[in-house]
């Protein structure tokens, strides 16, 4: 289902231009024997987007922090931080409304992750996107998130806004899931 109507072959199409995804290892998800700039292009041309293609890779390079002059490299020649930035400009080209971001950091250094957390927050504010943030790192879902859905074996157990749920949760599996964090910040 997808705005109240269930996915057919003709809504299929706006499914996939207003929802994108970013993955938990882009270098997986992109073609090794592409460049950047025909990674970032891949869904412009799928969801047949017309325009000027290179000023609007090169615009989402500028984006999300990285060169234009990178668009002319492979992903292997990348860091895990500069393919992420570009599974980013990936996801954007087609100018979604809804981005999910499933473990997006997971692979990153601190350091890089927490740019790359400030990135997602600067990107959905500047393009108006929802964020739907799939992560075990509750550090990472309490600064992107306003609200949060917990999960136990693929059932939502609680939920509500980050603030309600951090601070008081109702469910046992939430209790413990925070009290691990704190003991690991504790330790």
């Not at 292009?41 to 047949?48: G, H, K, W």
Request: contains cysteine; proline residues 5%.
């Amino acid at each position: 289902m997808f705005e109240g109507k269930p996915l057919s072959k003709e809504s299929n199409n706006h499914f996939r231009r207003t929802v994108q995804a970013v993955f938990q290892d882009p270098a997986s998800s992109f073609n090794p024997r592409m460049r950047v700039a025909d990674v970032i292009r891949e869904p412009l041309r799928a969801l047949e987007i017309d325009g000027d293609h290179d000023s609007r890779i090169d615009e989402l390079l500028v984006q999300v922090d990285l060169d234009p002059h990178l668009r002319d490299r492979y992903a292997h020649q990348l860091s895990g931080g500069q393919r992420q930035r570009v599974a980013l400009a990936r996801a954007l080209a087609p100018k979604p409304q809804l981005l999910i971001a499933d473990e997006p950091f997971s692979a990153l250094d601190v350091l890089t992750r927490d740019e790359i957390v400030l990135l997602l927050k600067r990107l959905a504010s500047e393009n108006n996107l929802t964020l739907v943030v799939i992560s075990h790192d509750l550090s990472v879902v309490a600064q992107l998130c306003e609200h949060v859905a917990v999960m136990k074996d693929g059932v939502i157990v609680e939920n509500g806004t980050v603030r309600e749920v951090f601070s008081t949760p109702r469910n046992p599996f939430t209790v413990e899931l925070l009290q691990a964090v704190q003991y690991l910040l504790n330790d």
